[in-house]
Structures are given as structure tokens and as C-alpha cells.
């Protein structure tokens, strides 16, 4: 029998009678999964830095992809049972939701349980991961209509009302006016591995690019989405170096406060590539390319596989007072490289990023910086006391507003689209960087970790779609006092033990004029809006085996 077919009727008879067969009885074990972001990927990536962990395969990566898998007994099932991966963040002004998977954290309580059974049978292994999620969805106040283009039908009152028209998506300001409760396949996957390749099946998030709190491409910001996979188990080793791979195809979701009597479904067919030079192995490079594009279902998916090799050409290339939509495909691609020095104690990382693809070889020549989005970043740490307390600093920059050649040419904003309605984002969450379209952001932060624990401070700063800002007719004109931007500041530490790592931050925030709403002359901006914000993260998450 195939072992896919065994696998099948292992987990029937266990589900049926809750003993396995004799033949395949194997003694349940625990066995959690590797959550993108949490506290055990944050000491992996520091072990890096320090040169005790290796690199490789760290770039591009899931939750399946970086958790060892089950031992595989000479005959039968082995299977183990993931316990509960638990996050809960508490908003007290806004919502305020920065790579939270399938929550969205909106003001208030909000929270997510993941768990579930992991499977193998030879070179069959299950992963079923699903997430509940929760969120109270408190009321706050929307933008003021002076400032507040009005939203045409169809579209959902609580959809983004300045990406109606020209540059849209689906970012919904608030999910509905009640609580939001879901229920979906979180970070489980279904996959094969042969030698060196894994093939199979996914609706875990997957994060592409080195950056540590924004990923132009490929994060966890938004619920994963169902795909079909091909990628690298292993880095392939090389004469001049290691390479890593993972090619992807699936089907994006509409939020239900976009518009309705639409389905809103589009593919995705997305490739990464990265690259460790055999004489430099702390340096990787690499690149990624994204391409969707409206399908009328999900079975229509499969006719977009190699849509990732193929040209886009440039949909957003219309000045912005065309209002042209026109039904296509459109594209993101980045290139990005990181660098780790061990003996240092210190690592540095870029990604850069283009919207939209050049013209012709002359055009990237002119203007390399069209359409551009970027994020650099650094973390240094380094041993303080004899008994491995270390003092670790991190910085990170990202910028997808729009570049400067938008004086002089046309221009679409980063993850909006005149061709793909929706944009680029899954269920109202972008899927790429957490500060969305028109976003910049900077983030500092400082840690002391000893052992199992871990206590640090930081410092953020988040200007909010400084696209959309110049489109806006506002009240007394426009002025440099009238950006949307979050301030904050704020504590995080956590404690490991046996059972696991407790993790959590607290962040104290100022939204300056929220929405964009300051409705007086500059530098007069006593008519505004600003709004205070507290957010507490707390996260519970198993250990995983060392």
C-alpha cells in the first residue's frame, strides 16, 4: 500500500477507535511546532549571531519547514500530539495588529489558540495545525468624513475609503461592527519528502527576506492561505555554494468587508531563491517574486502556475487622476541579502524591493528607485558577565511609500492594485509587510538575556499609507503637521522552563492625528485628532525539543 494510503487509514482507525492498529501502534508523544516569531525563533536567530546555530535555510521558511520531524519507526505511524500555542494581545484605544497570523487583533481582547497532531509514515508527514481566533472588535471612532472620501457601493462601510478607486485593496479599518470568532487550518501542511525536496500541500504562513519585523513579501502579518508547494528540505550543497528553494501556488481569500456579492478570490504564484556562498558562509543573498491575479474560483488556481516566470507588464502605470481599472495580473519582487559575523557578535541585512518591473534595461538605469520599497536592519550582541549574560541591540528601517520619481511619473502604491482589486493581502491583512501600503516605519530595541530569561526595552515609530495622505482633500489644505503616525515605546521580556516560554510585551502608543484627521492650518494643528493606545502581548508557547 502507497504510505500516503497508510497514513490514511492509520489516522481513520485512531479516529474511529482511538487505538491504532497493532501493527502501526506507536506511544503518543508531545511534539510542538516552530511558530514563526516566537520567543524559540528569536533565540535561534541570536544563537546565529553567535555562530552556534546554523544559517542555512533561515530565509526562507514555515513553521513545517523549521521543525524537526518525527522519528520514523521501521513499520506504521508515529504521531505526537502539538499542544497549544496560545497568543493574546490587548488594544486599549485602536486596533493595533503586527503579524499576528490568522488574528486580528482589533480594541480590545483578542487571541488565538493553535494545536493539534503531527503524523508521519515513512516519507509522509501530516502536520494539522488549525487556529481558533477571537477578537472582542470594541467600537472606536472611524475618521471624520471631512477627511473620509464616502464609499460607493458595493463596497463595505468599514472598508478602506481612500483605496476605493485607482489603488485598491482589501484593508478593511475595522472587521464588522461584533466580535470576530474563526476557525481555519492555521499552520498545517501535508508533505512528501524525497531525498533533498519536499512537495505537498500548506495553509501555513511562510516568511521570506530577512527582516526581523517587516517582510516585503512573504509574513505572517495575514492568515496563511491553502497552496501547493515544491521546496528545498535542505540547502543543495555546490562547488561555490549552498542553495535554497520553494516555489508556491495557492489562492487568496477576500475579507467580508470589502465588497460585497464578490468573491474576490485570486491566485498566487510565488517564488524564493537564496544563495550561501561556500567561501562566506555567514552571508546569504537571495531574492523573491509574487504574482497575483483575479480567478473566478479556486480550480482556476492551477491554470496560473508559471504566471511567477511571466511578465506583468505595468497595471499601475496610469497618472492619478485616470481612474482605470482593468482586470490582470500584477506582481511584487525583492532582492535581499544578510550578513552574519559570529566572532563579532553582529549581523546586518537588506531588502529591496520594486512594485512595479522596469521598462527596459534603460529604465532601470534612470530610475532604479521607482516603485521601491526597502528594509535595513542590524542586531549586535555580545557576552557581558562570565556566566553567558548577554546585551543584545537590534534597529530596523522600512520604507514602501511611494518613491520620489512619482513627481515625474506614475505611480501605484505597494500591495494596492488597479488590476487586482483586493491587493495583495489575505482575509483584509496585507500579506507582506505588517505596515501596509504607504508605510514606513523605524524600530529600535534593547535586550539583556541570561539563560532562560529575557528583559529588554524599545522604541517604534510607524507613519501610516503616506500614499494616500497627498490624495486626500483635507480641510485648510495639506501640511507637514496632518501624517497619520504612531509613536511608542514600550517593555518585552520572557521566561523559559521546562514546559515552555512565556513571552510578552507591553507598548505605549501615540496615534497622531488618527486617520489624518487635524483639521487646522499648519503648523496650527490644535483641530486633530490624537489617539492613546496601550497594547499588551502575551504568548505561551511549548518547548521544543533541543
Not at 246 to 266: H, K, N, V
Not at 408 to 418: I, Q, V
Not at 440 to 465: K, P, T
Request: proline share 8%; hydrophobic share 40%.
Amino acid at each position: 500500500m502507497p504510505a500516503a494510503l497508510k497514513t490514511c487509514a492509520a489516522l481513520a482507525a485512531l479516529g474511529a477507535t482511538g487505538v491504532l492498529p497493532a501493527q502501526t501502534r506507536a506511544a503518543p508523544t508531545v511534539a510542538p511546532i516552530a511558530r514563526i516569531g516566537s520567543d524559540a525563533e528569536d533565540r535561534d536567530r541570536l544563537a546565529q549571531l553567535l555562530g552556534r546555530s546554523p544559517t542555512e535555510g533561515f530565509l526562507l521558511r514555515s513553521s513545517s519547514s523549521r521543525t524537526d520531524t518525527l522519528p520514523s519507526p521501521a513499520a506504521g505511524l508515529s504521531w505526537a500530539l502539538i499542544p497549544p500555542d496560545v497568543l493574546v494581545v490587548h488594544n486599549s484605544g485602536l486596533p493595533f495588529s503586527l503579524n499576528d497570523g490568522s488574528l486580528w487583533a482589533g480594541r480590545g481582547a483578542s487571541g488565538s489558540v493553535t494545536a493539534g497532531v503531527r503524523a508521519r509514515v515513512g516519507p509522509v508527514h501530516v502536520v494539522l495545525a488549525p487556529t481558533f481566533a477571537y477578537a472582542r472588535n470594541d467600537d472606536f471612532r472611524l475618521p471624520d468624513a471631512r477627511v473620509a472620501p464616502p464609499i460607493p457601493a458595493p463596497r463595505s462601510p468599514y472598508s478602506n475609503p481612500w483605496r476605493v478607486y485607482r489603488n485598491s485593496i482589501d484593508l478593511p479599518l475595522r472587521f464588522g461592527s461584533d466580535p470576530v470568532s474563526t476557525v481555519d487550518l492555521g499552520q498545517s501542511a501535508i508533505y512528501v519528502r524525497h531525498a533533498r525536496v519536499e512537495a505537498g500541500l500548506a495553509s501555513e504562513n511562510e516568511w521570506w527576506g530577512p527582516g526581523v519585523r517587516n517582510a516585503i513579501v512573504m509574513s505572517n502579518n495575514a492568515p496563511g492561505f491553502g497552496h501547493a508547494f515544491v521546496r528545498t528540505a535542505r540547502p543543495v550543497s555546490t562547488g561555490v555554494g549552498a542553495f535554497g528553494a520553494r516555489y508556491l501556488l495557492g489562492t487568496l481569500s477576500q475579507s467580508d468587508y470589502f465588497a460585497d456579492g464578490s468573491e474576490g478570490r485570486r491566485s498566487l504564484s510565488a517564488l524564493g531563491v537564496t544563495f550561501v556562498p561556500r567561501k562566506v558562509p555567514g552571508l546569504t543573498v537571495g531574492f523573491t517574486r509574487a504574482v497575483f491575479a483575479p480567478v473566478d474560483n479556486a480550480g482556476e488556481t492551477v491554470q496560473h502556475l508559471l504566471d511567477v516566470l511571466s511578465s506583468t507588464g505595468r497595471p499601475n502605470a496610469y497618472p492619478i487622476e485616470d481612474f482605470r481599472q482593468e482586470p490582470g495580473r500584477d506582481q511584487l519582487l525583492s532582492f535581499f541579502a544578510r550578513l552574519v559575523l559570529p566572532e563579532e557578535g553582529f549581523e546586518s541585512y537588506v531588502e529591496w524591493a520594486r512594485a512595479e518591473m522596469p521598462a527596459s534595461f534603460r529604465d532601470l538605469l534612470v530610475a532604479p528607485n521607482h516603485s521601491q520599497g526597502y528594509t535595513l536592519g542590524l542586531q549586535y550582541a555580545r557576552p557581558v558577565t562570565r556566566s553567558g549574560t548577554l546585551v543584545r541591540a537590534q534597529a530596523e528601517v522600512t520604507a514602501v511609500n511611494q518613491s520620489t520619481t512619482y513627481r515625474f511619473r506614475p505611480t501605484g502604491s505597494f500591495y494596492t492594485s488597479r488590476a487586482v482589486l483586493q491587493g495583495y493581502t489575505q482575509r483584509g491583512q496585507v500579506i507582506g509587510a505588517a505596515i501596509g501600503p504607504g508605510g514606513s516605519s523605524q524600530f529600535l530595541a534593547a535586550d539583556v538575556v541570561h539563560g532562560r530569561g529575557s528583559a529588554g526595552v524599545f522604541l517604534g515609530r510607524i507613519r501610516w499609507d503616506d500614499d494616500s495622505f497627498y490624495e486626500i482633500p483635507r480641510p485648510q489644505g495639506n501640511g507637514l503637521c496632518k501624517h497619520d503616525v504612531t509613536v511608542l515605546a514600550g517593555v518585552r521580556g520572557g521566561w523559559r522552563s521546562a514546559l515552555g516560554t512565556a513571552a510578552g510585551s507591553m507598548g505605549w502608543g501615540n496615534r497622531i492625528n488618527t486617520f489624518y484627521q487635524n483639521f487646522g492650518f499648519c503648523p496650527e494643528n490644535s483641530d486633530h485628532v490624537d489617539t492613546r493606545n496601550a497594547t499588551l502581548t502575551l504568548t505561551l508557547s511549548p518547548a521544543l525539543p533541543r
